[in-house]
């Protein structure tokens, strides 16, 4: 079969809200959100039918010093991905915007490897009360690694015009 007949995967629907008692987000940032996301949606493994953008207007409630710009939900059970947008995202360099989304979408694809690391961490540990986070916090840290590089060779493919 040529290249040019592999199909390509369904897209999945995209829906931008407001969070529970927020502001959705304003229409020219949310422009802008949507031409960047689907820049990138052929990234996103074709099991997920859903996706919706979350807008925090008051931010994540965290750290000054490294305050969260975007943090995503995934449920592979559930075939749907919720990425939350804080206004740190909109106030970061528009050149550094792509970054945070491609690693965000990194984390979805690693949704399914998450839910069953996660079971599994939750069965072994069943008994033990607080055992079980030391496993967490490595696991945790591995997939952040792993979604670093990821978003690292998927955007270093986009700077050399190659598709993903
Ligand atoms: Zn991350």
């Known amino acids: 079969m040529p290249a040019t007949a592999i199909p390509r995967p369904p897209r999945p629907s995209l829906h931008f809200r ?8 304003a229409r020219g940032e949310l422009g ?5 996301a689907r820049d ?3 990234i996103l493994p074709p099991w997920l039918n859903r996706l919706t953008f979350v807008y925090h207007p008051a931010g994540a409630g965290d750290g000054e010093d490294a305050p969260t710009i975007m943090s995503t939900e995934s449920s592979y059970s559930y075939r749907v991905a919720r990425v939350h ?8 360099p528009e050149q550094d915007r792509p ?17 069953v690391a996660d079971k599994q961490v939750g069965a072994a540990y069943a ?10 916090d490595a696991l945790d840290s591995a997939e952040e690694q792993a979604v670093e590089d990821l978003a690292h060779v998927l955007l270093g493919m986009a700077r050399l015009g190659l598709e993903s």
Request: aromatic residues 16%; negative net charge.
């Open 18 to 25: 407001g969070s529970k008692g927020g502001e959705n987000f």
């Open 127 to 136: 008994e033990e009360e607080g055992a079980d986070k030391v496993v967490r």
């Open 32 to 36: 802008e959100l949507e031409k960047l």
């Open 85 to 92: 947008v804080y206004p740190q995202f909109f106030a970061a």
């Open 99 to 115: 970054e945070y989304l491609v690693h965000e979408f990194c984390h979805i694809l690693l949704a399914p490897y998450a839910l």
């Open 40 to 42: 990138w949606l052929h």
